[in-house]
């Protein structure tokens, strides 16, 4: 199975600052297709999931562009570039390239400082 | 828009089964893979099940395989877990989530708000 291991997780953050985590993976998320299946969803508490990026670097519609995701093979980040009071919450990177299973990394906390 | 409404959770004892199921409108269900995933209280996620959108092929995560089985009636735009055997580490919220798929997933792009399943005796 891909293990997906974020960085950190935790991350106090002032309002208005850059933010950014890392996600790891155990092996290459390139599919034969070409893609790369590196997916990041952010949990609000007591709510369920959204996703925000797919395919390392694609926002979905309604997410900010304030998010951004970037990196290749093995290495993906996701950067907030000015943290707002309603990104609070937990993040996680999944990968959908070698499955089954997917899978899911631990998740970051993002809180406030 | 899309919606997707879980329920039948509930608190039951380990060893015994609970069937969740999830209503999905707002698209068009018969032409979408759906997930289950789940969450331990206060842990990360864990996918649990996946049935292809015509119910063709199914995959589950070892976890489950075995007890849990998912399935799907297009006709009434619903989809199911039945769960048997079950453990206190079923213990968690249950998502039913849309993915689209092209010999890999795209992620789950809309997700129910979840159905508690609480194993206990």
């Known amino acids: 199975d891909v293990v997906l291991t974020q960085s950190p997780l935790s991350l106090p953050v002032t309002l208005g600052q850059p933010a950014s985590i890392s996600c790891r993976s155990s092996q290459s998320l390139v599919y034969s297709d070409g893609n790369t299946y590196l997916n990041w969803y952010h949990q609000r508490p007591g709510q369920s999931p959204r996703r925000l990026i797919y395919k390392v670097s694609i926002r979905d519609s309604g997410a900010p562009d304030r998010f951004s995701g970037s990196g290749s093979g093995t290495d993906f980040t996701l950067k907030i570039s000015r943290v707002e009071a309603e990104d609070l919450g937990v993040y996680y990177c999944?990968?959908?390239?070698?499955?089954?299973?997917?899978?899911f990394g631990q998740g970051t906390r993002l809180d406030i400082k | 828009q899309v919606q997707l409404v879980e329920s039948g959770g509930g608190v039951v004892q380990p060893g015994r089964s609970l069937r969740l199921s999830c209503a999905a409108s707002?698209?068009?269900?018969?032409?979408?893979?759906m997930h289950w995933v789940r969450q331990a209280p206060g842990k990360g996620l864990e996918w649990v099940a996946v049935?292809?959108?015509?119910?063709?092929?199914?995959y589950y995560a070892d976890s489950v395989k075995g007890r849990f089985t998912i399935s799907r009636d297009n006709s009434k735009n619903t989809l199911y877990l039945q769960m048997d055997s079950l453990r206190a580490e079923d213990t968690a919220f249950y998502y039913c989530a849309r993915a689209i798929y092209s010999g890999a997933w795209f992620g789950h792009d809309f997700w129910g708000q979840g159905t508690l399943v609480t194993v206990s005796s």
């Open positions: 707002g698209f068009t269900f018969s032409a979408y893979g």
């Open positions: 999944m990968q959908g390239t070698h499955w089954p299973p997917i899978t």
């Open positions: 049935i292809w959108n015509d119910a063709n092929k199914k």
